[in-house]
């Protein structure tokens, strides 16, 4: 099934067009990637998704519900990993587990979800006391409960060493391979060519490219 569709999505603020005319899909089962240089219209793209910024023209849906007017209906099927996420300084890792494992109303394990990111030996300690790469492994097990759909994440292996970059990839592959839609947004090629099975390139709010990576080096 179609996860996203974006069909001729723009955004245009005073002086700036982030998006123009954007049209995508994005399928069950496969890992596409957004890339494109920062201020290429990314972070746009996934606030219309999520309804937290509205388009000047087009439309974009969530397994054919529209974002803004029925998207609602499709926000349970979607886990997000935000740019910019916030963790709770005072609770611990199994805390933030447990609450998401209860606003999503699912019935996951937290010890299981903290032992799939890496940081079981963790779980009891406060998040003020985890690296970056811990927060980003926490962030991303909150938004595995629940067994989304579809995955949005931004930028989830920026900033991690080669090894926590590449956990993470495994574990998006067992995501995709279960049959979750992963939407990966970055902009650092090698990060995306390391794992997605089909790439859009954005570039000052327009799609330039969209295709296989193997599609893609041929064109290049
Ligand atoms: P990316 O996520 O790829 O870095 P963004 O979507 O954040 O790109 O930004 C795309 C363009 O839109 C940039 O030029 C940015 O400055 C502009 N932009 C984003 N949000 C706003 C806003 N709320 N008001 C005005 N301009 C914005
Ligand atoms: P990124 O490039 O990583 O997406 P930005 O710094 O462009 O991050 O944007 C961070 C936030 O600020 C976003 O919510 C974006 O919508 C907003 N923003 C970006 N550019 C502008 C701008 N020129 N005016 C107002 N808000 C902006």
């Given at each position: 099934?179609t996860?996203i569709?974006?069909?001729?999505?723009?955004?245009r603020?005073?002086?700036?067009?982030?998006l123009d005319?954007?049209?995508?899909s994005?399928?069950e089962?496969?890992i596409?990637?957004f890339?494109?240089?920062n201020?290429?219209?990314?972070?746009?793209?996934?606030?219309i998704?999520?309804?937290?910024?509205?388009?000047?023209?087009g439309s974009?849906?969530?397994?054919?519900?529209?974002?803004?007017?029925?998207?609602v209906?499709a926000r349970?099927?979607?886990?997000v990993?935000p740019?910019?996420?916030?963790v709770?300084?005072?609770?611990?890792?199994?805390?933030?587990?447990?609450?998401?494992?209860?606003?999503k109303d699912a019935?996951?394990?937290?010890?299981?979800?903290?032992?799939?990111v890496?940081?079981?030996?963790?779980?009891?300690?406060q998040?003020?006391?985890?690296?970056?790469g811990?927060?980003?492994?926490?962030?991303?097990?909150?938004a595995?409960?629940g067994?989304?759909d579809?995955?949005i994440?931004?930028?989830?292996?920026?900033?991690l060493?080669?090894n926590?970059?590449?956990?993470?990839?495994?574990?998006l592959?067992?995501?995709r391979?279960?049959g979750?839609?992963?939407f990966?947004?970055s902009?650092?090629?090698?990060?995306?060519?390391?794992?997605?099975?089909?790439v859009a390139i954005?570039q000052?709010g327009?799609?330039?490219?969209?295709?296989?990576i193997?599609?893609?080096?041929q064109?290049i």
């Amino acid at each position: 099934m179609t996860a996203i569709s974006a069909d001729g999505l723009s955004k245009r603020y005073a002086t700036v067009t982030a998006l123009d005319r954007v049209s995508l899909s994005v399928e069950e089962g496969e890992i596409f990637g957004f890339l494109g240089p920062n201020g290429a219209g990314k972070s746009t793209f996934i606030n219309i998704l999520l309804d937290f910024a509205r388009p000047t023209d087009g439309s974009a849906a969530l397994f054919g519900n529209d974002c803004q007017a029925e998207g609602v209906a499709a926000r349970g099927r979607v886990g997000v990993l935000p740019e910019g996420y916030s963790v709770f300084d005072r609770l611990t890792g199994r805390q933030h587990v447990e609450y998401a494992v209860r606003s999503k109303d699912a019935d996951d394990e937290p010890v299981e979800i903290l032992d799939r990111v890496g940081i079981l030996d963790a779980a009891e300690r406060q998040a003020s006391d985890y690296s970056k790469g811990m927060k980003q492994r926490l962030v991303l097990g909150m938004a595995l409960v629940g067994e989304p759909d579809l995955l949005i994440l931004d930028e989830p292996t920026t900033g991690l060493d080669p090894n926590g970059a590449a956990e993470i990839r495994s574990i998006l592959r067992e995501e995709r391979d279960r049959g979750a839609a992963i939407f990966f947004s970055s902009h650092i090629l090698e990060q995306v060519e390391a794992i997605c099975d089909r790439v859009a390139i954005l570039q000052d709010g327009e799609l330039v490219a969209v295709d296989t990576i193997d599609g893609l080096r041929q064109s290049i």
